[in-house]
């Protein structure tokens, strides 16, 4: 047990994949983390309850972690690593005798549900090892792309409607003119389709098609249709990072660490005139404001260390002081609340999403509080790096192929995206109280 311990207190608080291994070195089981220290060291309590959990901690003799930078890669690893090592407790405590699929119905209007291989004429993507698999892929990829889940016939617009899970709604599409009917149709079925694509693999064809479909939206001034678009494109970068391919953990299981050195040493080569980083940081906080014309205003704080996510430090930021659209004032709300935790580990560098007026802002509140850490924005028109020296900013351009640039973007993403979640809770939530 005293192996046990050591690796335990060395494992990292970030998104993985891990392999528990018997005394002969044969995997015994195989499971994913958000935080991997947290939900391995969950099997090695004194005195577990669960039967499942006294088999594992017994049999236990080493553990492997592979990490990875997103809880959706982590899913998609471990579904594959399940079926191709079938480990002895992954197989024990399935779900039933049979896999799970993700079956796409063949109706007017599609939708996604779990189902065991049967005979069936809807088409199934899998299989997975578990419905929590199936389910929390699903869950991420309709935030992105919604759907319906309401049975026919459709009465009313469903209450996913609200919370941006159905969209466009069937009972809205059927209840319009012919040509608006169309259109929406189209919207819908281009929603399911990049889901099968997604299902399928094919995140590379996703990407091009929406943002060919922004462009010729901005070029033709329709600019919510683009502006929703891109955030689409965004949301789907923060989750698949196909740059990142599973595969290529699979052929080298250290390939974040790598990929995570080549990003740090690009950031530090870029910002090294302008403001001084330790050279061996580790630890990026990054902040972003969410509302519509003021309402239901909430902030986000996100944390990466060493690259990737560790979603122990995440926090969101109800707006308590501004009852106007203020972003502005709205992040000095967030920025001065997180700066009176003292208990809270300062990062090495701060980030905020946005230019010169949001950094300021950050500059300004990390001085009122005496904090001296470097500090830097990311604009979003140009993916511009923004940077104070004295009293001179200078806006950094990056190639897009950068790894320094696609290291701040997922990050300043991931901030978005972790803000627009509360923000829709919010709202969701003032919805379900008129309706009480």
């Known amino acids: 047990m005293g192996k046990i311990k050591k690796i335990l207190c060395n494992l990292p608080q970030t998104p993985g994949v891990y392999f528990l291994k018997d005394q002969s070195g044969r995997i015994i089981y195989i499971g994913k983390a958000v935080n991997l220290k947290s939900r391995v060291s969950s099997y090695f309590r004194n005195n577990p309850k669960e039967e499942k959990t006294v088999q594992i901690q017994a049999s236990t003799s080493d553990i492997e972690i592979i990490e990875v930078f997103s809880e959706f890669e982590a899913l998609l690893l471990e579904a594959k690593l399940i079926n191709t090592h ?25 939708s996604f549900y779990l189902a065991r291989k049967q005979n069936t004429t809807d088409q199934l993507f899998g299989p997975f090892q578990s419905k929590r698999t199936a389910r929390q892929i699903l869950y991420f990829l309709r935030e992105i792309f919604p759907y319906c889940t309401q049975k026919t016939p459709y009465k009313k617009i469903c209450f996913n409607r609200h919370i941006g899970l159905c969209f466009p709604c069937p009972y809205e599409i059927i209840n319009v003119k012919n040509e608006q009917r169309m259109v929406l149709t189209q919207n819908y079925k281009d929603n399911v389709r990049n889901i099968k694509r997604i ?30 678009l891109r955030d689409r494109i ?6 698949t990072l196909d740059y990142h391919n599973i595969d290529r953990y699979l052929e080298n299981p250290a390939k974040k660490g790598e990929i995570w050195e080549n990003e740090r040493k690009s950031l530090l080569e870029n910002l090294d005139r302008y403001i001084k980083l330790e050279k061996q940081f580790e630890i990026i906080e990054c902040y972003d404001i969410s509302n519509i014309s003021g309402k239901f205003a909430a902030g986000s704080l996100v944390t990466f260390r060493r690259s990737g996510p560790d979603k122990s430090r995440y926090r969101h930021f109800r707006i308590k002081t501004v009852n106007q659209p203020d972003d502005y004032a709205m992040l000095n709300e967030v920025i001065s609340r997180r700066l009176k935790h003292k208990e809270w580990q300062l990062p090495d560098l701060f980030m905020v999403d946005g230019g010169k007026q949001q950094l300021n802002i950050l500059l300004k509140t990390l001085s009122n509080y005496r904090v001296n850490v470097p500090a830097i924005a990311l604009a979003k028109r140009f993916e ?3 940077v104070k020296n004295k ?3 200078t806006s950094i351009v990056l190639p897009a192929h950068s790894p320094a640039l696609k290291l701040v973007t997922r990050i300043r993403d991931e901030a978005h995206r972790f803000a627009h979640r509360y923000h829709q809770k919010l709202r969701a939530q003032y919805l379900i109280d008129l309706l009480q």
């Open 234 to 239: 965004n949301q789907l970068e923060v989750l």
């Open 384 to 386: 511009e790096i923004v």
């Open 199 to 228: 299902l399928s693999g094919n995140i590379k064809k996703v990407r091009h098609d929406l943002t060919v479909k922004m462009k010729t939206h901005a070029k033709n001034k329709e600019f919510e249709n683009a502006a929703l």
């Open 86 to 110: 079938k480990p002895k407790y992954n197989v024990i405590w399935r779900d039933d005798k049979s896999y799970i699929y993700i079956k796409l119905t063949q109706t007017d209007f599609p």
């Open 391 to 393: 009293d001179a900013f």
